[in-house]
């Protein structure tokens, strides 16, 4: 008797489970009476809805807190496979979108501000400014004007199809290496991201660095975005920021903070030498952290 009732338990258990599951139509393929429902979803929830969901929050060092500090910049080839979850999809899909799409549609929508790519440095400055419409008529992007409904102002709406992300193949990422005597930790963070759009013109290949955004402008938004990082697993999906925080990505010293302010071409003759010196400031990099706590 007692076995029946246990089993009877557990039964009542397992249907109000199912119940309260039924209910919530973001969690099933299947309305209250068991048929397809007509408002579910394309796919599964996954880690749950990233509506809202702040950055991991960083310490600010002050100033006369950093004992050393080392500038470097580098590359990210969206090519490498490591590197794929940034480029992919290459058109928006299933809650997910490219890096590219997503800085895309932040600029068209007046979210976040970019900056003029200039050689050798970077300026985050209104007198630097990149507004829209520039931008989309220096890289001849297929673009309509429309009219704003309430203020009457003109609105640059770009399709989907029409989003250069197949183009945009590498990014510049600057990002600076520093020690902070207060906390004694060896901490890097990054300050910037410059998307790279790679087109066949009549003169070969060119490379065009687009603009320059700021990473602490955009993390808000990268922390909202989820990312599928695996084909064994299609419920594994971190954000953006979760990525570049966790530093998840491949890369190359291409330029570190020197005299001269020369990058690593500039004064390398052969891909050996600037092989070389690539593995030369990563070795500072490793070396220096490892020094402060041998003796």
């Known amino acids: 008797m007692s076995k029946f009732f246990k089993l009877l338990f557990v039964g009542g258990v397992m249907s109000c489970m199912t119940s309260a599951f039924a209910q919530d139509g973001d969690n099933s393929f299947f309305d209250e009476t068991g048929d397809i429902s007509e408002e579910v979803a394309t796919n599964l929830p996954t880690s749950g809805p990233k509506e809202g969901l702040e950055p991991i929050e960083l310490l600010n060092p002050r100033a006369d807190d950093i004992y050393w500090q080392k500038v470097v910049y580098r590359t990210v080839d969206l090519r490498e496979k490591m590197n794929y979850p940034f480029y992919y999809p290459e058109e928006s899909s299933d809650n997910r979108q490219s890096l590219f799409s997503l800085m895309f549609r932040l600029i068209q929508d007046g979210k976040i501000k970019v900056y003029e790519y200039l050689d050798s440095r970077e300026i985050f400055n209104d007198e630097h400014l990149v507004e829209f419409k520039d931008l989309l008529e220096k890289y001849e992007l297929i673009f309509t004007v429309q009219a704003d409904s309430i203020t009457n102002d003109s609105v640059y709406v770009v399709d989907e199809s029409d989003i250069p992300n197949r183009d945009v193949i590498k990014f510049y990422v600057k990002e600076v290496w520093y020690f902070d005597k207060i906390t004694s930790t060896f901490n890097v963070r ?57 530093r998840r990505f491949s890369s190359y010293i291409y330029r570190e903070s020197n005299v001269q302010n020369r990058n690593l071409l500039e004064y390398n003759t052969t891909a050996e030498d600037v092989r070389r010196e690539q593995a030369r400031v990563k070795t500072l990099l490793i070396n220096y952290e490892n020094d402060l706590w041998e003796y």
């Open 190 to 246: 990054i300050i910037g991201f410059c998307p790279i759009m790679v087109r066949e013109t009549d003169l070969g290949i060119q490379k065009y660095p687009m603009f320059w955004i700021p990473f602490e402008k955009l993390r808000p938004f990268l922390s909202q975005t989820e990312v599928l990082i695996t084909d064994k697993n299609n419920g594994a999906r971190p954000s953006f920021d979760d990525l570049f925080i966790k």
